[in-house]
C-alpha cells in the first residue's frame, strides 16, 4: 500500500473516531456554541427584547421558508424562559414564531442527555411548553395552512409528545403546504426511527419515497437518514461507523442522491441549499469520498449544518474533517 493511501486512511481513521465520540450528543448547541446563526438572528433578538412583534413578524414573513425555520431555530435557542409572546398571535406568523420558542424551551426544561436522566420538574417543563407549542401550530395552521414553517414544528412538537398519530396527520398538513421548509422533512424522518416512534425500515421507506419530493434541497434527506439509521443502531466506535457507510447499498444511494443534487441548479433559498450541504459532507467525510466532500464544503463555506451541528463542538469537527481530507481551512 502507498504512503499516500495510508495516510488517508489514517486521516480518515482519526476523523470517525473524533465523530464517534461525539455522534450519541443530541445536544441542543448553545447560543455561543453556534457559530453559523441566522444573518438575520441578531436584529429578530433585538425586535423581540423591545418587543417590537410586528418588526419581527415582518422579518420572518420576508424569508424564504427554510430560512425562516433556521432563524426561528436560532431565536427560540436565544429567548430567556418566561417571555410573554402574547403580542406576536394576531400577527401574520405570530404564532409560528411563538411555537417555534416554545419547542427550544421545552428541550431547556428536558435537557439533552436521555430519558432516565430527565428530573420530575425537567418532565413537567417539557410538556407544558411542547402543548403552549401545540396550541400555537394549530392557530397558526387556521391563520394560514401554507404555512409549512408551523407544520414542520408541529412535526417536532408531536415527536416530543410521543403522538404518532398526530405525527402522521402532520406530515399530511405539511405535504400539501404550498410553503414548506425542507427540515420537515427531516422532522418526520427522525420522529420514525427507532429511538423514537418507528423503526429504521420506515425511516428508510420514507427517506427512499421523499429524497426527490423537493429538489435540489431534498436529496439531503438521504444521507441524513442514513446517519440516523446508523445513530440508532447503537452502533460505538470508527470501524462501525466506517462499515455502516462503506457499504456498497449505502454508497450507491447517497452517491445517487448528491448527483441528483448537482444535476440541476441550486435553491433560491440559500438554507434550503445548506441543509443538503451539510448532510452530504458528512457522510462524504467519512466515505473519504473526497471531491464529493470538498464541493459540500466549499459550498458551506464558514457556516455549520446538518450532523456536524449536533456534535459538542461543531466547529472543532468541521475542522477535523477538513484536514483529514486535505481541505484548508474557512
Known amino acids: 500500500m502507498t504512503n499516500a493511501r495510508m495516510s488517508r486512511r489514517t486521516a480518515v481513521g482519526a476523523l470517525t473516531a473524533a ?142 409528545l410521543s403522538d404518532r398519530d398526530g405525527l402522521d396527520r402532520g406530515l399530511h398538513s405539511y405535504l400539501i403546504a404550498a410553503r414548506r421548509p425542507v427540515g420537515g422533512l427531516s422532522a418526520y424522518m427522525v420522529s420514525i426511527t427507532s429511538k423514537w416512534l418507528g423503526s429504521e425500515e420506515e425511516c428508510l421507506r420514507f427517506a427512499r419515497a421523499m429524497w426527490r419530493l423537493d ?20 452502533l460505538e466506535g470508527a470501524d462501525e461507523l466506517a ?16 448527483d441528483r443534487f448537482d444535476a440541476g441548479p441550486p435553491d433560491s433559498d440559500a438554507y434550503a441549499n445548506l441543509y443538503a450541504h451539510g448532510r452530504f459532507s458528512f457522510v462524504f467525510a467519512i466515505m473519504d469520498e473526497r471531491e464529493r466532500a470538498r464541493r459540500h464544503f466549499l459550498a458551506m463555506g464558514d457556516r455549520v449544518a446538518g450532523p456536524w451541528a449536533d456534535l459538542p463542538d461543531p466547529r472543532a469537527a468541521v475542522r477535523i474533517a477538513r484536514e483529514a481530507l486535505g481541505l484548508g481551512a474557512t
Open 19 to 160: 465523530l464517534c465520540s461525539a455522534s450519541g450528543s443530541r445536544a441542543q448547541p448553545a447560543p455561543t456554541q453556534n457559530a453559523s446563526q441566522h444573518p438575520a438572528h441578531a436584529a429578530a433578538l433585538t425586535h423581540l427584547r423591545n418587543r417590537d412583534w410586528a418588526a419581527l413578524s415582518a422579518a420572518t414573513v420576508a424569508l424564504a421558508p427554510q430560512s425562516a425555520s433556521v432563524l426561528l431555530g436560532d431565536l427560540g435557542d436565544s429567548t430567556p424562559f418566561g417571555v410573554d409572546l402574547a403580542g406576536l398571535e394576531a400577527l401574520p406568523m405570530g404564532c409560528t414564531i411563538a411555537a417555534a420558542i416554545e419547542v427550544e424551551w421545552a428541550w431547556r426544561h428536558r435537557g439533552s442527555g436521555v430519558s432516565s436522566t430527565v428530573t420530575e420538574a425537567g418532565w413537567r417543563g417539557f410538556e407544558a411548553q411542547l402543548s403552549a407549542a401545540r396550541a400555537h401550530v394549530e392557530r397558526a395552521a387556521r391563520a394560514d395552512r401554507n404555512d409549512g414553517v408551523a407544520h414542520a414544528i408541529g412535526l417536532r412538537v408531536a415527536r416530543g
Open 243 to 258: 462499515r455502516y457507510f462503506g457499504a456498497a447499498e449505502v454508497r450507491a444511494e447517497i452517491m445517487a442522491a448528491d
Open 215 to 234: 429538489p435540489p434541497a431534498s436529496c439531503g434527506l438521504l444521507p441524513h437518514a442514513h446517519f440516523e439509521c446508523w445513530q440508532s443502531r447503537g
